[in-house]
Nanobody, 127 residues
Framework: QVQLVESGGGLVQAGGSLRLSCAAS????????MGWFRQAPGKEREFVAA????????YYADSVKGRFTISRDNAKNTVYLQMNSLKPEDTAVYYC????????????????????WGQGTQVTVSS
């Protein structure tokens, strides 16, 4: 069982930055791929970024590539999402998720690839 708690959301002006954190419970954090998803009002939840268990590979949605950076600190059981050059369309509730694939190099862009989810943190970008 893994429990995830996000933090770091808030209100920021367009062009600004925020850093989201997701703290995980348990001693098996380093065996999970981690993902960030977001859900804007009236829209379905969408993939943002993923990182494999050892942190050596990351993958991003086209909409955030070059602006967002996912990273993890396995010693601290924490995954981060650094968000720069924020746009109003980035406004959403952001969720972190943990999942195990078929290998230690697996990751997923689908919600079905993740077994555990946090409660979400609101990010609002004003124009």
């Amino acid at each position: 069982q893994v429990q995830l708690v996000e933090s770091g959301g808030g209100l920021v002006q367009a062009g600004g930055s925020l850093r989201l954190s997701c703290a995980a419970s348990g001693r098996t954090f380093s065996t999970y791929a981690m993902g960030w998803f977001r859900q804007a009002p009236g829209k379905e939840r969408e993939f943002v970024a993923a990182i494999i268990p050892n942190g050596s590979f990351t993958y991003y949605a086209d909409s955030v590539k070059g602006r967002f950076t996912i990273s993890r600190d396995n010693a601290k059981n924490t995954v981060y999402l650094q968000m720069n050059s924020l746009k109003p369309e980035d406004t959403a509730v952001y969720y972190c998720a943990a999942g195990r694939g078929s290998s230690s190099y697996s990751y997923s862009v689908a919600e079905s690839g993740y077994s555990y989810w946090g409660q979400g943190t609101q990010v609002t970008v004003s124009s």
